[in-house]
């Protein structure tokens, strides 16, 4: 079993940054690709960023590449998304999630465990 906390959301102005965290309890982090999922209100949740057990590959939805980037230490069991110049349609809540591949979780959505997510409020 993986315990995944999030950390990070918040509200802030179109153009600011936030930075989520991940942290992990359990099983060590080194055993799984890592990613992180959004849902805003009304919608189903979508796939954002995953990053390879290795940190050897990295996978981002197209409307956030260029502005949010993945990184991990497993050493610390954490994982991080920054998130830079953000839009109001960025809006959401945004779950950190573990799973057996990063390019699975990408395009299949295929996660094993989920955090239980943070909210992240963009304004205009």
């Excluded at 950390?7 to 799984?32: E, F, I, K, N």
């Excluded at 990053?51 to 991990?72: A, L």
């Excluded at 390019?103 to 989920?114: E, H, K, L, S, V």
């Amino acid at each position: 079993q993986v315990q995944l906390i999030e950390s990070g959301g918040g509200l802030v102005q179109a153009g600011g940054s936030l930075r989520l965290s991940c942290a992990a309890s359990g099983r060590t982090l080194s055993r799984y690709a890592m990613g992180w999922f959004r849902q805003a209100p009304g919608k189903e949740r979508e796939f954002v960023a995953a990053m390879s057990r290795s940190g050897g590959n990295t996978y981002y939805v197209d409307s956030v590449k260029g502005r949010f980037t993945i990184s991990r230490d497993n050493a610390k069991n954490t994982v991080v998304l920054q998130m830079d110049s953000l839009k109001p349609e960025d809006t959401a809540v945004y779950y950190c999630a573990a799973g057996p591949t990063a390019q699975n979780m990408a395009f299949i959505g295929r996660t094993d465990y989920w955090g239980q997510g943070t909210q992240v409020t963009v304004s205009s």
